[in-house]
């Protein structure tokens, strides 16, 4: 489904990414872990087209489509969803109104009719219940003043109702307490499906607890070090990334 | 429009020939008003680039225009209108009394003013100068003055129709009342130059939605002026739509004298015209008056939107507070100038201006100046603007929701206009009002 090969990226001339090689096949749940620097965020945002990164060689093929030379929207209709690490806040723009845009707006590239506002109505109220999230943050601007475990809540919200092909979970995780962490979790986990896969962004491998990766890479100096099961994933727990010769850069 | 021609070296040119039709029955004061006005109109010259003003507002097109004032096609065009004309233009589900000025005079036909209650007086300028000639009197210039600039003169000395609106002491008017100014073009371009007297009497409460639009992309000018006298105790609100012709010119003069525990509360949104230039003076006359005023500005390619705001707080014990937002695309321009006068005996003062801009082009321009002056010591006074772009970290955002380039965009920009379009009322304005932004963004930001 996803084949990277030889990806390699650069911000403002530094390289970041240097050959970067990964299949995800559907179904799967890939997790990347890694230092703080060693390039996870980086891979995740090229994934999902941000500007401002120089793909300096290499492909990025999503169901044999060449990704790079797609807009965002676009990489968005043909099923890839990053759940960001910071949530945007965008004051002003309703959050229901947002999330009827875009599955709108994803539907329309794709060839199907959009939603009228019941079956929308309908799509979010039962993917509220999915993600446990309150329904009175749909009435409030996107995000803003959304408390952390809500903002993550909502991209998991997001997730649920774009239905993507490939999700990267960019530190989901990151500044959830345990309880926010698990119901995050059990919205991924709900959607796992045997069409879908995941790749999960990681420092820590707290997060692996509750969703079970079927593949754990780890990624230093923009490179995948060592490829596993989800065992690497406990081991590089217990011994911490100097067991693999890697060095963590000061965050 | 022929570029060939030399800008007008006196506005008096625009009235030259219709003075008689204009002064037809004056009674000897107005004639004298008008004497004087067309007096300045002949002495002063044109503002020019080096005059504060307008530095940054060029006149020339407009100057360059041979406008002739708009006395006598009412007919056909009401005739026009009532073949609902007007019906694609009403805000759908608003419940309010509507005045209907065409061409800047006011059509009884189209007007709805059954059942206002008692102590509230809705009329033609032009009837009450035949009916009450003296309250009219008492009126004209009262809050205006001079006027802030030589086109104040010009509606004077072009003076012809308008409307006065009375409310009782004490009159609570429970329903909006709108004004649509609709101007219909002709053969030649159109000077239109409606005057407006609003006084609300001690205690009286009203909402009046003050709208400008036109049903064609004619070309034509608009001058009106507007004077709101608040007495003591009074509180309007008031609600002003731009929608004018893209190729129009609009000129808008609004004068409010506020009594002392009076209260005004104004929304403007500039969505229209070529070029357009308003000006809004405050004077507070009695302790504890206030003042909000809000503002929208949307200028794309071949558009200019100026903002003159000046409030005056003359006595102690007042609130202002003034927020303008505006959004330029293409090579739109905008200007906003905001002064707050504080003069000396003014103290409790409580007065703040805000001005925001986002630019979604390198071509757009914004000239912003807010400007505090102050001659008390115990205030409590604050100015800001700010210019900026859409964030990037936003567009990405939504983008990454499938959102194309363009509708995040508007998105974004609706999201900042929201906060201003959001503290308009009734519901069926706010909604209204929406749907011209939506609209205007649409024109302005096109999907690829």
């Known amino acids: 489904m996803l084949k990277i090969e030889n990806l390699h990226a650069a911000i403002e001339g530094k390289e970041i990414l240097k050959g970067i090689d990964l299949k995800v096949s559907p179904g799967e749940v890939h997790a990347i872990m890694g230092p703080n620097g060693s390039g996870k965020s980086t891979l995740a945002h090229v994934l999902a087209g941000r500007d401002g990164y120089e793909t300096t060689a290499g492909s990025i093929r999503l169901d044999g489509s060449s990704l790079l030379t797609m807009e965002p929207e676009q990489r968005a209709a043909k099923g890839l969803f990053l759940a960001f690490q910071y949530p945007v806040e965008i004051p002003g723009v309703n959050n229901s109104y947002f999330l009827k845009a875009s599955v709108n707006a994803v539907r329309k590239q794709r060839g199907e009719p959009e939603l009228d506002a019941v079956a929308f109505m309908r799509l979010m109220n039962e993917k509220l219940t999915l993600v446990q999230m309150d329904r009175t943050l749909m009435q409030r601007p996107v995000n803003a003043g959304f408390s952390g475990g809500e903002k993550k809540r909502n991209e998991i919200l997001q997730m649920a109702v774009l239905e993507p092909r490939l999700a990267i979970l960019d530190e989901t995780d990151s500044g959830l307490d345990i309880d926010a962490l698990r119901i995050v979790a059990d919205g991924v986990n709900a959607l796992r499906s045997p069409e879908r896969a995941f790749i999960l962004v990681t420092h820590y491998q707290r997060l692996l607890d509750y969703i079970q990766p079927d593949h754990v890479h780890v990624l230093a100096g923009g490179r995948i070090v060592r490829s596993g099961r989800k065992e690497l994933a406990l081991e590089l727990e217990e011994k911490g990334y100097s067991w693999l010769g890697i060095e963590e850069e000061a965050a | ?448």
């Open chain 2, 1 to 448: 429009m022929n570029p060939a021609l030399k800008p007008v070296d006196t506005l008096d040119t625009w009235l030259l020939g219709s003075s008689e039709r204009l002064t037809r029955g004056d009674p000897p004061w107005l004639a004298r008003e008008r004497a004087c006005a067309r007096e300045r109109l002949r002495e002063e010259l044109v503002p020019g680039p080096r005059e504060e003003g307008w530095r940054y507002t060029n006149l020339r097109a407009l100057l360059e225009q041979r406008f002739r004032p708009a006395l006598g096609v009412i007919r056909e065009a009401t005739g026009a209108l009532e073949e609902g004309k007007l019906q694609a233009h009403l805000v759908p589900g608003l419940d309010a009394w509507c005045v209907v000025l065409v061409n800047g005079c006011f059509v009884p036909e189209l007007s709805r003013l059954e059942g206002l209650p008692a102590g509230v007086k809705v009329t033609s300028l032009r009837q009450l100068l035949l009916e009450d000639p003296e309250l009219v009197e008492r009126c004209l210039n009262g809050v205006a003055g001079l006027g802030a600039h030589v086109f104040a003169a010009l509606n004077t000395a072009g003076l012809h129709d308008g409307f006065l609106f009375h409310v009782a002491e004490r009159t609570h008017l429970e329903k909006p009342l709108e004004l649509i100014q609709v101007s219909l073009g002709a053969d030649e371009p159109h000077l239109i130059q409606p005057r407006h007297l609003v006084r609300l009497e001690a205690g009286a409460r009203a909402t009046l939605i003050e709208r400008y639009l036109s049903p064609e992309p004619s070309l034509y000018c608009t001058n009106n002026l507007m004077e709101v006298d608040l007495g003591e105790g009074s509180y309007m609100e008031h609600h002003r739509l731009q929608e004018e012709s893209p190729n129009a010119f609009h000129l808008s003069g609004l004068y409010v004298r506020q009594s002392g525990h009076s209260g005004y509360r104004g929304s403007n949104l500039a969505l229209g015209a070529a070029w357009s230039r308003t000006d809004i003076r405050v004077a507070f006359e009695g302790f504890g008056g206030d003042c909000k005023i809000d503002g929208l500005y949307l200028a794309g390619d071949a558009q200019l939107v100026d903002f003159h705001l000046d409030v005056e707080h003359r006595v102690p014990g007042c609130a202002s507070r003034q927020h303008f937002k505006g959004l330029l695309t293409g090579k739109g321009r905008a200007v906003l100038d905001g002064r707050i006068h504080v003069a000396k005996q003014a103290q409790q003062t409580d007065a703040h201006l805000k001005n925001a801009n986002l630019l979604l082009s390198r071509d757009a321009e914004v000239d912003t100046k807010p400007q505090l002056e102050i001659h008390a010591d115990d205030v409590k006074c604050s100015h800001g603007a700010s210019v900026g772009q859409i964030e990037p970290e936003q567009l990405f955002y939504l983008r990454s929701r499938g959102i194309s380039i363009e509708a995040a965009q508007r998105m974004l920009c609706q999201g900042f206009a929201g906060e201003i379009i959001d503290r308009i009322e009734p519901e069926a304005l706010r909604s209204y009002a929406y749907g011209k932004l939506s609209a205007a963004l649409d024109r302005k930001i096109p999907a690829e």
